[in-house]
């Protein structure tokens, strides 16, 4: 874990966070000198986080040689904060991509995580979260919009306190500082509202580096590249001169950040296996961004199993190509087949997790109020929707 590599290369590294006990992922913790639990299980809320942050500042901030990492879980469904704090959104221009026929659509659409299911889950109240249970109008999805846009803000603030607490210390000019996250989110695009798909909008993230010490990155631009999330750990080593482990798929990209040039990989792969079975290749063709999906389970969304979106064109993904582009869908296959060759040459114990996780068997997750396929496709019904796929 590139957290150990700057634990072993001196620094004194905290984590203020409560993801391993989330996801029973104790792993996570490796590296890290210091652990504080907030003990929410990620339901906690950034008033409940940042106190922390700001106390650990005040007694080590002036320390040399330290990383300091802060979880923030307000952006993630189903959007919690004070009411006191909630920012009207409301005179904000409605969903210009998702017009009534495009809704009608999706909104009779199956699925968990639908327009209809946006939040099976259990112990979330509709007085503590901002998304609606359900989504049956275009207003109740500008909810969703509004909820979205209000963590986004809330958070924001917060990190503005982290900012603040820097500038009063004296140390934000001698300080890296860098924003990003584990996943995007779907907002109502192909019918989905959450993360269960390896689509763009839930596999997109940002990546926000203030290094004052290089020209070149302390300057605001904007690098549009391709970039894994692991390639960030890569060039954050290559920046502070700690060795890249010659093991590791993530590549550094600091030479460029360094330059002020643009950088990145001809294509991704992106999977997510955690709901849906689904992979894809984001790539470029002929000057236009393309995402390519094979979809092995669709978590009930009467998905097809071939998706491909022109992004350049298309950055909603409403228009479904593939069977107007053989060409660019055996091009998409070729990358995903390459990838998965590449995978299994780098490891010798190499399996693929999403074959493993198919052979096994779909299991309805526990997070849902509905615990079996047979009750799933019960409720289907009782909405008037159907399972086909």
Known sequence: MWVNCLKTSGFHTVTISPFAARHSLYHFLAGFKEVFDTGYYGEDIADQV??????????NGKKDDWFLHVNYWDVHVPYRMPDTYRVPFDSEPQIEWLNDDLFLQYVEKPGFRSYHDTFLARNITQE???QPPRVSNIEQMKQVYNGYDNAVSYVD?????????????????????????????????????????ATQHTARIPFILHWPAVPNIS???????????????????????????????????????????????????????????????RFAKNGNDFLYSKTRFDLYHNLPEDLLFNLSEDPFTIKNVSTDSHELVE??????????????GSFPYYDDPLKTVL?????????STIDTYEDYMEHLAKTGRKYTR
């Not at 940042?50 to 007694?59: F, R, V």
Request: charged share 25%; proline share 1%.
């Open 128 to 130: 503590t979260r901002l």
């Open 359 to 367: 052979e096994d068997g779909i299991k309805f997750k526990s997070m």
């Open 50 to 59: 940042t106190p922390h942050a700001l106390e650990w500042l005040d007694n």
């Open 219 to 281: 300057t605001a631009r904007v690098d549009r590249g391709l970039h894994y999330h692991f390639d960030i750990a890569a060039t954050i080593l290559e920046l502070l001169g700690i060795e890249v482990p010659e093991i590791w798929d993530g590549k550094s990209f600091a030479s460029a950040l360094q330059k002020g040039a643009q950088s990145g990989r001809d294509s991704l792969i992106v999977s997510n296996i955690a709901q849906a079975c689904q992979r894809s290749v």
């Open 331 to 344: 091009l998409a296959q070729k990358l995903l087949e390459q990838w998965l060759a590449d995978m299994k």
């Open 157 to 197: 603030h917060h990190i503005g306190k982290i900012l603040e607490k820097l500038e009063e210390l004296h140390i934000v000019e001698n300080t890296a500082i860098i924003i990003t996250a584990d996943h995007g989110e779907d907002l109502g695009e192909l019918g989905s509202i959450g993360h269960g798909f």
